[in-house]
């Protein structure tokens, strides 16, 4: 059976507040299934970078999918850069300010590095442009200096099919930020770089966090999360099972929490 299915949007734009997604008593199940998240409540400030880890199972996709409006919860609250949705499958549609990076990127084998990174840009386009995929130069420009940034410029026109799973993870990167969103949600974030590429990586996405981006990332890596986190939230077996500011966290309470 399938599962139920955001589509809509129930309350009226407002970019006003300080904090980019809030969530309330947040209950969700698959068709058939039991509880996979249970009553959770999260916030997340503007301009921030809110890690959200747990073990294999606990709840991170299914929860950045109902923020993005994927999913729709049986029950609470989901409100998303000033747009609520409530329970019974109305969920939220904010397409371009919302970018999201899944756990398998969501890329087009076929299509190159660089044409996978403008396609982030295919909602700012008119209907036909967007059919010929005719981009103008001043976004290729800048869909060049993303993908500069994130060290994958040399492979432009390389087909995505044959980069390796790092190269593949820099194109996605690059593609949310043609978005131009204001929160980006990214499932399994840096999972498939080296450390090296890893903080080169993150340090770019620092650099748009400062403009103001708001991350809202799941990993399982913790020096990431010591590095660049503002704020940790832990997930176990649905349940927010811890929720800190990241300066009060450290890896050895991390993993007791993330383990038991
Ligand atoms: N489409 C689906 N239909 C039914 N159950 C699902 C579906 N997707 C996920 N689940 C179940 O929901 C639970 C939470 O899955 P989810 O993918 O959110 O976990 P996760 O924390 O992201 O795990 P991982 O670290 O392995 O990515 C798991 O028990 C999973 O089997
Ligand atoms: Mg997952």
């Known amino acids: 059976m399938a599962e139920p299915r955001a589509s809509g949007q129930d309350g009226p734009v407002s970019d006003q507040g300080s904090l980019a997604v809030e969530t309330r008593d947040l209950w969700f199940s698959f068709s058939g299934g039991g509880p996979v998240l249970r009553g959770v409540d999260l916030d997340a400030a503007r301009g921030q970078v809110t890690v959200v880890l747990g073990a294999s199972g606990s709840g991170k996709t299914t929860l950045l999918k109902l923020l993005k409006g994927l999913l729709a919860p049986q029950r609470g609250s989901i409100r998303v850069l000033g747009r609520?949705?409530?329970?019974?499958?109305?969920?939220?549609r904010l397409d371009a300010a919302v970018a999201y990076i899944p756990q398998n990127l969501g890329l087009v084998r076929n299509l190159t590095?660089?044409?996978?990174?403008?396609?982030?840009?295919?909602?700012?386009?008119g209907a036909l442009p967007a059919l010929l995929m005719a981009f103008p130069p001043e976004w290729i420009k800048e869909a060049t200096g993303f993908l500069e940034r994130l060290g994958i410029a040399h492979k432009l026109e390389e087909k995505v099919y044959n980069?390796?799973?790092?190269?593949r993870q820099r194109v996605a990167i690059a593609r949310a930020l043609m978005q131009r969103p204001q929160l980006l949600l990214a499932d399994e974030f840096v999972s498939q770089l080296d450390p090296v590429t890893t903080v080169s990586i993150m340090d770019s996405v620092r650099e748009t966090v400062v403009t103001g981006l708001t991350v809202i990332m799941t990993t399982?890596?913790?020096d990431v999360v010591a590095r660049y986190a503002d704020h940790v939230a832990v997930l176990r077996d649905g349940q927010k099972v811890l929720d800190l500011p990241a300066a009060?966290?450290?890896?050895?309470?991390?993993?007791?929490?993330?383990?038991?």
Do not use: D, F, W, Y
């Open 113 to 125: 590095v660089l044409e996978n990174t403008l396609t982030g840009a295919l909602g700012r386009m």
């Open 248 to 260: 009060e966290v450290n890896p050895r309470l991390l993993s007791q929490v993330i383990k038991v």
């Open 220 to 222: 399982h890596e913790l």
């Open 84 to 92: 609520t949705t409530s329970p019974g499958g109305r969920g939220i």
């Open 163 to 167: 980069l390796s799973g790092g190269e």
